[in-house]
Structures are given as structure tokens and as C-alpha cells.
């Protein structure tokens, strides 16, 4: 079940050890909230205004500089904006990385003999008919984005990232969206060719 609110969000950006991320603080009518989720990482620093469909509210802890530091988090799964407004803003107070958290709460699990037994050694143009190709691996950005997405990038077709998968992959791909010439839409949240 999810909710609807109403507020603005402030995105910071934080330089840590995994690379660049985002957090944000949602203000609404029913109270102030942190926001840590992959889908800020797209976004430049600022306010956005407009509707955040949240997915949980929960608490959530850290330990720093020899202090527990409590928070309300939201889980935020879609931004519909009427607003936004790219700026600098005051800089946050140590924010660990949420990649970290990730890596602790959902570590990275190998699939067992028997799934990796059933996997097809390959599918080329050979295999079962409506099949789509394999992915050309021995080119990174293919590897990177996978055959949907590398098939849009290849065409400088506009892209709209998958906020739910790995988050080190999700910044990898923002990444190298940004060497191609890509810019973020905020609107839509997509990533457009820049011209």
C-alpha cells in the first residue's frame, strides 16, 4: 500500500567512499521525513515540489562520532513535480552511504549449483524463435545497462532508470549517462540526450 503526499523535498548531495549519492528531507502536513532512496541519486541539488508516493515510513539509526542518531525515513517510489528549483543548498552533516546499508541488509546472494545449471549457456540468433539476442557483453556499456536499455542508449533514444536495482549499479549507469551527453529530466524523470 502506498500514500500520496503533498510537500517539498531538498536534495543534498554527499561525497563518500562509494562515489557521489542523495538524500533529501521531505517536509509535508503530517510531519518532516528523511529520504534516502536510489531515485535521488538522478537529481541536482534543490527543492522539488509537488506529490511523493511513499511506500513505508519507518524509523532508522546510525552511530556516528560516538552518537546514535535516530530518523524518520520515508520510502519514496514515485515524483510527480509541479515545481523545481536547482540550487545549492546548506551543506548536511555526515549522511552514511546507502549502499552501505544495502550491502548489510541484502548481501549479494550467489545462485545455487541447480539454478546455475538450468541457465542456458547462450541464446543467439539460433535459439528459440521470439527470443531476444544476447547482449553484446564484450562492450561494457552493454554489460552496464543490460539489452533493453543498452538497445535505447546505443539509439540516443531517451532512458528512464530502474531506481530498484543495485544501487552501485544504478550510480554507474547515472554515471555513464552523464559521459554520453545525457542530461536528467527532473519532469519526467528521464535521461534525454543533451542538444
Given amino acids: 500500500m502506498s500514500v500520496r503526499l503533498d510537500g517539498t523535498l531538498v536534495v543534498r548531495h554527499i561525497n563518500g567512499k562509494n562515489g557521489g549519492f542523495a538524500v533529501g528531507d521531505l517536509s509535508t502536513p503530517i510531519g518532516k521525513f528523511k529520504v534516502k532512496d536510489a531515485i ?3 537529481y541536482e541539488e534543490g527543492e522539488y515540489r509537488g ?3 511513499v ?3 519507518f524509523p532508522s539509526t546510525y552511530v556516528w562520532g560516538g552518537r546514535v542518531v535516530t530518523e524518520i525515513r520515508v520510502n519514496v ?3 510527480f513535480l509541479e515545481e523545481s528549483e536547482e540550487k545549492a543548498v546548506p551543506a548536511a552533516p555526515f549522511e552514511p552511504d546507502p549502499v552501505n546499508e544495502e550491502r548489510v541488509a541484502h548481501p549479494v546472494d550467489q545462485p545455487s549449483r541447480e539454478v546455475a545449471d538450468k541457465q542456458p549457456a547462450e541464446v543467439g540468433s539460433g ?15 552493454a554489460a552496464l545497462f543490460g539489452p533493453e536499455l543498452y538497445a535505447l542508449v546505443a539509439a540516443g533514444a531517451p532512458v528512464k ?3 530498484t536495482i543495485d544501487r ?3 550510480r554507474n549507469q547515472r554515471d555513464r549517462l552523464k ?11 528521464t535521461w534525454e540526450l543533451k542538444t
Fill in 168 to 170: 552501485g549499479q544504478f
Fill in 127 to 141: 535459439g528459440f524463435e521470439g527470443a531476444a539476442p544476447v547482449a553484446d557483453t564484450s562492450d561494457p556499456d
Fill in 179 to 189: 559521459v554520453l551527453g545525457y542530461g536528467f529530466q527532473s519532469a519526467t524523470q
Fill in 51 to 53: 506529490a511523493f508516493l
Fill in 40 to 42: 535521488l541519486d538522478q
Fill in 55 to 57: 511506500t513505508q515510513i
Fill in 161 to 163: 532508470l530502474d531506481p
Fill in 77 to 79: 517510489s514515485e515524483i
